[in-house]
């Protein structure tokens, strides 16, 4: 079992930033694969980054590319997300995940376990 738990969601400007925190507990969290989705009421999640166990392959979806940036620091069992130049369009409810498989994923069917999510509001 992973346990993960976001935090460093809140409230920001247009044009603000954010580093979003994905803390992991239980298995060897540096084996795994790990994605950040986010999710706006009504609509379906969609996938923002992933990055596989060493950090050594990373991908951002379109829509945040030069703009967000994953990164992770397995001695400290965290992944990051790093949002930058925010837009009130990146407003949602962000997820992290894990999955076994170890190299990242876009698809969320991939992943194994979720966090309970953090909020982001980007005010225009």
């Known amino acids: 079992q992973v346990q993960l738990v976001e935090s460093g969601g809140g409230l920001v400007q247009a044009g603000g930033s954010l580093r979003l925190s994905c803390a992991a507990s239980g298995r060897t969290f540096s084996n795994y694969g790990v994605g950040w989705f986010r999710q706006v009421p009504g609509k379906e999640r969609q996938f923002v980054a992933a990055?596989?166990?060493?950090?050594?392959?990373?991908f951002h979806a379109d829509s945040v590319k030069g703009r967000f940036t994953i990164s992770r620091a397995n001695a400290q069992n965290t992944v990051y997300l790093q949002m930058n130049s925010l837009k009130p369009e990146d407003t949602a409810v962000y997820y992290c995940?894990?999955?076994?498989w170890g190299m990242g994923s876009t698809g969320d069917g991939k992943y194994d376990y979720w966090g309970q999510g953090t909020q982001v509001t980007v005010s225009s």
């Open positions: 995940a894990a999955e076994a």
């Open positions: 990055i596989g166990w060493s950090g050594g392959r990373r």
